[in-house]
């Protein structure tokens, strides 16, 4: 009996980030690759600088039915957001989805998406900023999405970072190397990197899509916001053990931070040291992904090894 019970014990305590994560299949020439909307509102002919870059890899695209419809801010309805969502990752024919932009409203139809399917037959979700609320509930779902550029940034992307996309995509090896700074905190460290744009993660804290840090390697980054909220948002991921058992954190883009007309005292960099510094991990800031046109494509999901040493930062995906 006793045994029994410990066997109950260790299997009830196995949590979600120890299966084993579903890579979707990489594409290859000839495959489609969906536009939808899921937050902010799109137009077709706003979609041309993604769909001759995606014809330029040899895939053809499939606009949403949300592509065009305009809801104030959204992309449709959320049913009709909902709706377009679910055909694309239920359509055999679709190997990828883009998420079109992001600004706000993925949170919205999350609950009412059906992953049933999907999870049996995955394909690669890509987008970044409000597609986080897709990343994280995913990373629960234990399948692998691309942090990446979206066709409404495709425009201003550099040649450099649109290949990181594509490498991504068609399964090609994707290493980044850059040089340290001597703020960032030096370490090795080994993980699946998870995470995405922290106003999202704190948003989805205590929620069935707040993602388990437990051995991962964390991602964040933030665009438009007060430095004093990003304190805040810090100390409640701490104080919902983020940082317990986290083994690196990344810190991309944190662009156009604002203060008060009386100081804070501390900028991004100070005050993410200042809570992690009691965790001993390896982090790097300014790490090129995020809200800036530099933003660099990241398999999250995926095992990667973390480096910061006296010269370099280095990100190497299994």
């Given at each position: 009996?006793?045994?029994?019970?410990?066997?109950?014990?260790?299997i009830s305590n196995i949590s979600h980030s120890q299966k084993k994560m579903k890579i979707p299949p990489y594409l290859k020439k000839g495959d489609t690759v969906a536009i939808v909307c899921t937050a902010r509102k799109f137009f077709p002919e706003d979609a041309i600088p993604a769909i001759e870059l995606l014809e330029s890899w040899g895939?053809?695209?499939?606009?949403?039915?949300?592509?065009?419809?305009?809801?104030?801010?959204?992309g449709g309805t959320d049913a009709e957001r909902t709706a377009d969502f679910q055909e694309m990752m239920d359509d055999d024919n679709i190997k990828a989805i883009w998420c079109a932009r992001g600004g706000y409203g993925t949170v919205r139809i999350i609950d009412a998406l059906d992953f049933t399917k999907f999870k049996k037959h995955p394909k690669w979700?890509?987008?970044?900023?409000?597609?986080?609320v897709l990343h994280s509930q995913l990373n629960v779902e234990r399948v692998?999405?691309?942090?990446?550029?979206?066709?409404?940034?495709v425009p201003k992307a550099p040649e450099e970072v649109k290949e990181t996309l594509r490498k991504a995509l068609f399964g090609e090896a994707i290493s980044y190397?850059?040089?340290?700074?001597?703020?960032d905190v030096k370490g090795k460290a080994s993980g699946e990197i998870a995470g995405g744009n922290i106003s999202i993660l704190y948003s989805l804290l205590g929620s069935k899509s707040s993602i388990d840090t437990n051995e991962k390697i964390l991602f964040i980054e933030d665009l438009d916001e007060y430095l004093y909220h990003i304190?805040?948002?810090?100390?409640?991921?701490?104080?919902?053990?983020y940082f317990e058992n986290v083994k690196g954190i990344i810190v991309g883009s944190m662009?156009?931070?604002h203060d008060n007309e009386i100081p804070f005292g501390q900028n991004?960099?100070?005050?993410?040291?200042?809570?992690a510094k009691e965790y001993n991990i390896p982090i790097v800031f300014e790490f090129p992904a995020g809200h800036q046109k530099d933003n660099r494509t990241l398999i999250l999901g995926k095992q990667v090894d973390f480096e910061v040493n006296d010269t370099e930062v280095k990100l190497q995906f299994h």
């Open positions: 009996m006793y045994r029994f019970i410990l066997v109950l014990i260790l895939l053809k695209t499939k606009l949403g039915r949300t592509i065009g419809l305009d809801s104030c801010q959204l979700i890509m987008g970044f900023s409000d597609v986080t692998a999405t691309l942090h990446s550029i979206m066709p409404f940034t190397t850059i040089p340290s700074k001597s703020y304190d805040r948002m810090m100390y409640n991921l701490k104080r919902n053990g662009a156009d931070m991004e960099v100070q005050i993410i040291s200042a809570i």
